[in-house]
């Protein structure tokens, strides 16, 4: 299979990090530096991880991104626009650190909610729903409900939700922690296929150093206290990947490299 | 592998089918047991009391049966009173947690208040209410329905405000972030999160609310200005001491409660079918 949208340096630049830093009060009143001057470009396209441990920020970058959460001070900027018009664009695809399905809803209509709320006709709701089912694997689960499905079929259905608006750039805020080692690598490479299929742009927060090696084609490594930019590697596995490419002498390189470069040498 | 076979008494504990049975099949027994005693008049040696302040099942049943008309005629009006209450109470207490939930930041302590409202004992409620509604109307019967319906109505309002405020704002975590990607409106926010999300509050209030319907109503009933509905002819005929007539009035008025929390019980069945399935 070839790839169409394999990461070119040379495309245009979709989001821009540009000096965020953002200041949070803990219970004390005393100023938590959560992210300070964070500046990095995210191309279109991408699979971009921020890997780091927590307390790094990573997950705070992604709400700025977001627009769940302004910065303190400098900006982000995605295709042009402040997050906030993008947001209301719904542009953003988010899939959470758990699936947050309604149980009151089946898995086709979970799908659907979004579709719902952008105002799709029954129909083309419906289709979607089903052809995004079709993506994940679940056809046959559409009418169970999300208490009767493991945790991992869960999250894809959370993954075909985000995907079902078609959005223009998809946020993962650790989508599978949670998640055994089995299925996680088995959601690794349906992500990477649906990824080489869309050609959206991706931001995958991560703590898991494999798991951002594995996937993405670029790992932006953040330190934490006060929550930095430490290091961006290039991962020049090429796409497809496998998972035998797990075991490779080069993939222990790139792994021992993303690790020596969070500040002070290792964790 | 050698597997071992479970004992039967094991086998039979973990049986779901014997599990449900015997959850209803227990209480079942433990009350024909207790009926048994009783019209044995085993009971009367243990309480050390006569058949005339404690009557025999048998004589009871008899009462209801001979006086079916007037009994059915006092529980309609009980279960008007206790539904009626139960209904617009339970409307108003949503609504009220509708409006605290919109402003979260007084709206939990706005509802400490209405709390405090369920510490208001009925038998003080109920005169308080009877003065209160003298000018309502010129028919005496109604006014003391006004009376005993706003008796009951106080009381499940602050159950099910309290409930469904829960329902309201205990989200999943992330809930509100995802709905806050879709650039949903706070009233799509509403009618697809928040209100879904509290059904199976409404009816945890609800559990609470039903039995309480009934007590109040016939709680209210003795304070009452009009003579009737089950809790008063409890009531009058304690005073007149006629207590088998009493007793048949008060095995009603159980009777009432119970099947509402019945119907209740199957209602919640159904509505919350497909959140409780598993496989």
């Given at each position: 299979m070839s790839r169409t949208n394999a990461y070119n340096p040379k495309n245009d630049v979709e989001i821009a990090i540009n000096n965020v830093s953002v200041v949070f009060k803990d219970n004390k009143g005393n100023d938590v530096k959560a992210l300070d001057n964070v500046d990095f470009d995210i191309h279109k396209g991408e699979f971009i991880s921020l890997l780091g441990p927590s307390g790094c920020g990573k997950t705070t970058l992604l709400r700025t991104i977001a627009d769940l959460l302004e910065p303190t001070s400098g900006n982000v900027r995605v295709s042009g626009m402040t997050p906030?018009?993008?947001?209301?664009?719904?542009?953003?695809?988010?899939?959470?650190?758990?699936?947050?399905?309604?149980?009151?809803?089946?898995?086709?209509?979970?799908?659907?909610?979004?579709?719902?709320?952008?105002?799709?006709s029954k129909k083309d709701r419906s289709d979607?729903?089903?052809?995004?089912?079709?993506?994940?694997?679940?056809?046959?689960?559409?009418?169970?409900?999300?208490?009767?499905?493991?945790?991992?079929m869960q999250q894809r259905v959370g993954i075909?939700?985000?995907?079902?608006?078609?959005?223009?750039?998809?946020?993962?805020?650790?989508?599978?922690?949670?998640?055994?080692?089995?299925?996680?690598?088995?959601?690794?490479?349906?992500?990477?296929?649906?990824?080489?299929?869309?050609?959206?742009?991706?931001?995958?927060v991560t703590h898991n150093i494999q798991e951002a090696v594995f996937l993405s084609n670029r790992i932006c490594v953040l330190s934490p206290h006060p929550g930095r930019l430490s290091a961006?590697?290039?991962?020049?596995?090429?796409?497809?990947?496998?998972?035998?490419?797990?075991?490779?002498?080069?993939?222990?390189?790139?792994?021992?490299?993303?690790?020596?470069?969070?500040?002070?040498?290792?964790? | 592998m050698i597997k071992k076979r479970k004992s039967l008494w094991r086998r039979?504990?973990?049986?779901?089918?014997?599990?449900?049975?015997?959850?209803?099949?227990?209480?079942?027994?433990?009350?024909?047991?207790?009926?048994?005693?009783?019209?044995?008049?085993?009971?009367?040696?243990?309480?050390n009391t006569d058949i005339n302040t404690l009557p025999l099942p048998s004589r009871i049943c008899r009462i209801i049966?001979?006086?079916?008309?007037?009994?059915?005629?006092?529980?309609?009006?009980?279960?008007?009173?206790?539904?009626?209450?139960?209904?617009?109470?339970?409307?108003?207490?949503?609504?009220?947690?509708?409006?605290?939930?919109?402003?979260?930041?007084?709206?939990?302590?706005?509802?400490?208040?209405?709390?405090a409202f369920n510490a208001i004992p009925i038998v003080a409620l109920a005169p308080v209410m009877s003065n209160w509604t003298k000018d309502?109307?010129?028919?005496?019967?109604?006014?003391?329905?006004?009376?005993?319906?706003?008796?009951?109505?106080?009381?499940?309002?602050?159950?099910m405000s309290i409930n469904a405020f829960r329902g309201l704002t205990e989200l999943k975590p992330f809930a509100l972030d995802l709905m806050s990607s879709y650039a949903a409106k706070k009233r799509t926010v509403f009618f697809k999160l928040r209100l879904p999300n509290s059904i199976p509050y409404v009816f945890t209030a609800?559990?609470?609310?039903?039995?309480?319907?009934?007590?109040?109503?016939v709680v209210s009933e003795y304070f009452a200005e009009y003579i009737v509905g089950v809790g008063r002819e409890i009531r009058e005929n304690i005073v007149l001491g006629q207590y088998p007539t009493a007793w048949a009035y008060i095995v009603v008025a159980c009777l009432i409660g119970i099947a509402m929390y019945g119907l209740l019980m199957a209602v919640e069945a159904i509505v919350l079918k497909n959140r409780r399935i598993k496989n």
């Open positions: 906030k018009e993008i947001r209301l664009m719904q542009k953003f695809g988010i899939v959470f650190q758990s699936p947050v399905l309604f149980e009151w809803r089946t898995v086709k209509k979970n799908i659907e909610l979004p579709l719902e709320i952008m105002g799709y979607r729903a089903d052809e995004m089912l079709e993506m994940v694997g679940l056809t046959k689960f559409a009418n169970h409900y999300p208490q009767q499905l493991s945790g991992g075909a939700r985000a995907f079902g608006i078609r959005p223009e750039i998809l946020l993962m805020d650790e989508p599978f922690s949670a998640l055994d080692e089995f299925t996680k690598e088995k959601l690794h490479l349906d992500l990477l296929k649906i990824w080489e299929k869309t050609n959206k742009t991706i931001v995958f961006v590697v290039d991962v020049d596995l090429p796409y497809p990947r496998t998972t035998d490419m797990r075991d490779t002498p080069h993939f222990g390189e790139l792994v021992s490299k993303v690790r020596n470069s969070f500040e002070g040498g290792s964790l | 039979l504990k973990e049986n779901r089918a014997v599990q449900t049975l015997s959850t209803i099949l227990l209480p079942v027994l433990f009350g024909v047991l207790i009926i048994a005693l009783w019209q044995g008049q085993i009971l009367h040696k243990i309480f049966l001979d006086n079916l008309p007037s009994i059915g005629e006092n529980a309609l009006y009980t279960i008007i009173v206790a539904l009626a209450g139960l209904i617009i109470g339970s409307i108003i207490g949503y609504l009220i947690a509708v409006f605290a939930s919109l402003f979260q930041k007084w709206g939990a302590g706005g509802l400490t208040i209405v709390g309502v109307s010129s028919d005496p019967n109604f006014r003391s329905m006004v009376a005993k319906t706003l008796v009951v109505m106080i009381v499940c309002i602050a159950s609800l559990r609470v609310s039903v039995p309480i319907s009934i007590i109040s109503a």
